[in-house]
Each structure stands twice: as structure tokens, then as C-alpha cells.
């Protein structure tokens, strides 16, 4: 079962029903069973707390996981964060759920989530079991899922921008054609009253001229 958090969404603008985080979802089911996990989980890093924050859990049916915060270079999920780097061990610092079946956490992966050079959050594995271990092949899994993940951020933030400078270039766009629409209207409806509309805009101009001499004395 996969539990999302609304953290995904205040930290990284992505909402919890949305296609990205339906990729997240497939990025840490499939680290989970090519690792041969117990569990995975994607934190996102809130900068305003400097915490890693628990959104999205793979591998449990109820998870006291979700929401919980873990600062910054705790542990080897908090290292990751601040190296840049995947970590792999052995648990020296858990949070939440600390044990499965009366066993705590035995092997640890956890992968940043990095676009251009900023840490966005990190991907995780975790196996309770004595004898696993991660090695050398899961952190260059690990290092590539994450690398999905820090792409899938990085394009939101782009999409989000393109439709801010769209958003700002309609409502220029807006106000002219309103304008040009009312300037044909009266053109085709009342042709006389354009030698009015002409000394207005005239008026206008000079006293917006006037305007910034003031300032410019000032």
C-alpha cells in the first residue's frame, strides 16, 4: 500500500493525485522490489525547518511514518541530504516506526533527490531482515531513481513558471485588446465620437507626462 502525505504538495507543488506524484509512487515501488526492501519511502526537505518530511511510504499497510520530520544530518537519510550522496548501512537513527515484527531496521539505502545542484528530498529502502545488506548495485539503482525524481521536480518548477510568464503576458495582452476592442466599437458604431476619444488619450498622455517631470524634480 502507498500513502501520500499533503507535504509533497506545500513542499514541491505537486499534488497528491497528480501524474507526477503517480511517478514517485512507481519510482519507489520499483526501488523497493528491485532492492528487495521491506519498505521505501520518498521525504521531501522543507527548507523553512531544515527537516526532511516523510510523504509517500511503500511497503506497510499503516505507517507512523507519514508527516513525521526528521532534521537535517540525522542518520544516513539526513547525511544524503546534506552530501549529496547515496548512503547505504546500517540505521543509526530512526524515526517513527522502529520495529516490524518486534525487529528493528537492519539495512538502510537512501538517495537524494537533486535538481541542478539543490537537494530536494531523498529516496529511501529500508529491510529488516539479519542477513541483508545493500550494496554497490543498489546504490547505483537507488542513484538513478532518485535522478528521475529530481527531473520530474525540476520540469514542474519549469511548467509552473512557463504558466506564471503566460499568466502575466495575458493579462497585459487583456487589458490592450480590451482597449483596441473598445476603439473598434466605437470606430464602426459611433465614427463621430472618435475625435473625443483622441483629445482623452491625449489628455491622458500629457498628464502622465507631467507626472514624471514632477518625479523626475523630485
Known amino acids: 500500500m502507498t500513502r501520500i502525505d499533503r507535504s ?75 552530501t549529496r550522496e547515496v548512503q547505504i548501512g546500517a540505521p543509526t537513527y530512526v524515526v517513527g516506526q522502529e520495529a516490524k515484527g518486534g525487529t528493528g531496521p537492519r539495512a538502510v539505502i537512501a538517495a537524494p533527490m537533486l535538481v541542478r545542484d539543490e537537494c530536494v528530498g531523498v529516496i529511501t529502502a529500508v529491510s529488516f531482515r539479519e542477513d541483508k545488506t545493500f550494496g554497490s548495485r543498489d546504490a547505483s539503482l537507488y542513484a538513478k531513481l532518485a535522478a528521475v525524481a529530481g527531473v520530474v521536480v525540476q520540469q514542474r518548477r519549469a511548467l509552473q513558471r512557463a504558466e506564471r510568464e503566460v499568466s502575466e503576458r495575458d493579462d497585459d ?18 465614427p463621430g465620437a472618435m475625435s473625443h476619444v483622441a483629445s482623452v488619450l491625449e489628455s491622458i498622455e500629457a498628464i502622465e507626462r507631467s507626472a514624471r517631470g514632477e518625479d523626475d524634480e523630485q
Open 8 to 82: 509533497l504538495e506545500t513542499v514541491l507543488s505537486i499534488g497528491t493525485q497528480s501524474p507526477e506524484a503517480s511517478v514517485f509512487r512507481v519510482l519507489v515501488e520499483l526501488g523497493v522490489q528491485v532492492a528487495g526492501a521491506d519498505e521505501g519511502s520518498l521525504l521531501v526537505l522543507d527548507r523553512a525547518t531544515n527537516e526532511l518530511v516523510f510523504s509517500m511510504v511503500v511497503g506497510v499497510e499503516e505507517s507512523a511514518l507519514i508527516g513525521k520530520r526528521l532534521p537535517v544530518g540525522k542518520g544516513l537519510t539526513g547525511l544524503a541530504a546534506i
Open 173 to 190: 495582452d487583456t487589458t490592450e485588446r480590451r482597449i483596441a476592442s473598445s476603439l473598434l466599437r466605437l470606430s464602426q458604431n459611433a
